[in-house]
């Protein structure tokens, strides 16, 4: 059963799959969605390398800390040997802390530009909503003429062979005009198609905007919890340096156990 964090990363990665398959606008808007995109990968690929290197530690570390758990409950359990076993423990856990603090580094930084692209966007909405006005007005003005041309035409007609000179003329004038109304509409449609798959483009980066502000919440949250763990293992040397009973070591590496459980189903 997936965890919250891998069912997170599974979700923004719907929205991206959805969002690379929609049809190109216009080389300016493809460049935006690419950029994007490749930011939004490398921060999930980024948090999913920080999920492996949490899931491998918990996973080395669990057996020492029982280990420990055992050693320390003994009465006359060797000082040095308890020492040596948590002096391996905050190698590892300060191994972790590099290599989280990179990843961390690179994962805030790259979130933080996703959702400028959606302000990117705005520009060009504007842009396709002005050229729609405008074509609609063109459109409304052919119409106009059109419906004067008919008139025209009609009126000629009725005249009979009175009209019959300018019959012809009327015609192919009306014609012309009709034609033009035509090929608006047909601009008019084709732009529509634009605004409508822009409007797509736009509603699914939104989605995949609040998609990774929840991946980062999540991932977040498991990062502070590491934290706080890696704090209380280095807590471990100070405590026996400064000679504290076995029997508090024991105690503290039971809340370590119960930390890393916590961790464990946070980063699944």
């Known amino acids: 059963m997936s965890g919250l964090l891998t069912t997170a990363i599974a979700s923004i990665k719907t929205t991206e799959d959805k969002l690379q398959y929609l049809?190109?606008?216009?080389p300016d808007i493809e460049g935006i969605k690419v950029e994007s995109l490749s930011d939004v990968n490398q921060v999930v690929d980024d948090i999913t390398k920080a999920q492996v290197l949490i899931q491998d530690f918990i996973k080395q570390t669990v057996p020492k800390i029982k280990e420990l758990e055992q050693i320390t409950s003994q009465k006359n359990a060797s000082i040095s040997l308890v020492k040596n076993n948590i002096i391996s423990l905050v190698n590892q856990s300060n191994k972790l802390k590099q290599q989280?603090?990179?990843?961390?580094?690179?994962?805030?930084?790259?979130?933080?530009?996703?959702?400028?692209f959606i302000g990117k966007l705005s520009g060009f909405e504007v842009e396709l909503n002005e050229k729609m006005s405008v074509l609609q007005s063109e459109v409304n003005e052919k119409k106009e003429m059109e419906s004067i041309d008919r008139k025209k035409y009609y009126y000629l007609l009725a005249l009979g062979p009175c009209g019959l000179i300018g019959l012809a003329i009327a015609l192919g004038i009306y014609f012309e005009t009709k034609k033009q109304v035509n090929d608006l509409e047909c601009e008019v449609s084709d732009l529509n198609s634009k605004i409508q798959s822009f409007n797509a483009l736009k509603a699914i980066s939104n989605l995949m905007v609040e998609d990774l502000k929840n991946v980062n919440l999540k991932f977040s949250r498991a990062t502070n919890l590491v934290d706080f763990l890696l704090g209380d293992i280095n807590n471990f040397i100070v405590d026996l340096n400064e000679n504290s009973p076995l029997f508090v070591i024991n105690m503290m590496l039971k809340a370590a156990e119960m930390?890393?459980?916590?961790?464990a189903i946070d980063v699944s």
Do not use: A, F, H
Request: charged fraction near 15%; proline fraction near 12%.
């Open 23 to 26: 049809p190109p606008l216009s």
């Open 259 to 263: 930390e890393i459980n916590s961790i």
């Open 100 to 116: 989280m603090n990179k990843l961390t580094t690179g994962i805030e930084s790259l979130s933080g530009k996703v959702p400028s």
